[in-house]
């Protein structure tokens, strides 16, 4: 058995096993960890160690998912990248003009504002289904995995943001960032970055609001 000090708790696990066991006071770091995560949309402009990035990412492999069919995908962007990026962002009146002439111009602009700020885009797409079915619980597993890897930047001291920019969703964006816009369909960019502050938690409704106990 090896030791690894989370936080506050060790975590013990079969070492080079792949399937964790859990010990009880697991259960209470990983509620610190999930209640704690916020959304973060200000961030310093400090960039990521590729390493710590990495092994956010690979939380996400780990995501439930039926017939193991795992089907996100994910295009990192390091801050070089999304330098080039907002070049080619601005280089498109296709993607200025999304969701309309008014509007779109003036979120691109937030967004080229934003970019500079980030320590790395993590653009997530899943594979689609063609059975709407299978297509929705690929999502949901995409989504999970999403999750993870939120989680992974929350527990390193980073923030996160899962965002629905529709210049970032865009199948011309998609397609610069190497997706395969036939088969696959976008879930979200994640802005990841070091944290200006830490919002205060967003309302939640109670559980008894929420669930039944039979
Ligand atoms: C699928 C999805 C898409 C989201 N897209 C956006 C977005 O485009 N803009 C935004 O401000 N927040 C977006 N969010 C983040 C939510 O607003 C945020 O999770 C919510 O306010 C709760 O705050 P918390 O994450 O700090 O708990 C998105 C969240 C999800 C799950």
Same mark, same amino acid.
């Given at each position: 058995?090896?030791?690894?000090?989370?936080?506050?708790?060790?975590?013990?696990?079969?070492?080079?096993?792949?399937?964790? *066991?859990?010990?009880? %006071?697991?259960?209470?770091? $990983?509620?610190?960890?999930? *209640?704690? =995560?916020?959304?973060?949309?200000?961030?310093?402009?400090?960039?990521?160690?590729? !390493?710590?990035? /990495?092994?956010?990412? !690979?939380? %996400?492999?780990?995501?439930?998912?039926?017939?193991?069919?795992?089907?996100? *995908?994910?295009?990192?962007?390091?801050?070089?990248?999304?330098?080039?990026?907002?070049?080619?962002?601005?280089?498109?009146?296709? +993607? %200025?003009?999304?969701?309309?002439?008014?509007?779109?111009?003036?979120?691109?602009?937030?967004?080229?504002?934003?970019?500079?700020?980030?320590? %790395?885009? +993590?653009?997530?797409?899943?594979? *689609?289904?063609?059975?709407?079915? +299978? !297509?929705?619980?690929?999502?949901?597993?995409?989504?999970?995995?999403?999750?993870?890897? $939120?989680?992974?930047?929350?527990?390193?001291?980073?923030?996160?943001?899962?965002?629905?920019?529709?210049?970032?969703?865009?199948?011309?964006?998609? =397609?610069?960032?190497?997706? !395969?816009?036939?088969?696959?369909?976008?879930?979200?960019?994640?802005?990841?970055?070091?944290?200006?502050?830490?919002?205060?938690? /967003?309302?939640?409704?109670?559980?008894?609001?929420?669930?039944?106990?039979?």
């Amino acid at each position: 058995m090896q030791e690894r000090h989370q936080g506050y708790r060790a975590v013990a696990w079969a070492a080079g096993a792949a399937t964790v *066991r859990a010990m009880p %006071a697991a259960l209470d770091s $990983l509620t610190a960890t999930i *209640r704690g =995560r916020r959304t973060v949309k200000a961030f310093t402009g400090a960039p990521i160690a590729s !390493d710590v990035l /990495s092994q956010c990412l !690979d939380l %996400a492999r780990w995501a439930p998912n039926h017939r193991l069919h795992q089907p996100w *995908r994910f295009a990192v962007l390091d801050q070089a990248a999304i330098a080039r990026l907002a070049l080619f962002l601005r280089s498109r009146d296709d +993607i %200025a003009a999304v969701p309309d002439a008014i509007k779109g111009p003036a979120k691109l602009a937030k967004l080229l504002a934003h970019l500079p700020s980030l320590g %790395a885009i +993590i653009q997530v797409t899943w594979v *689609r289904d063609a059975d709407p079915t +299978i !297509d929705l619980e690929d999502h949901a597993a995409a989504a999970a995995a999403v999750e993870h890897i $939120l989680l992974g930047v929350h527990a390193a001291g980073l923030g996160g943001f899962w965002s629905s920019s529709a210049a970032l969703a865009h199948p011309e964006t998609l =397609r610069w960032c190497g997706c !395969d816009v036939q088969r696959e369909a976008f879930l979200g960019s994640l802005w990841l970055g070091h944290p200006q502050h830490i919002p205060e938690p /967003s309302p939640r409704r109670p559980l008894s609001e929420v669930a039944r106990w039979l």
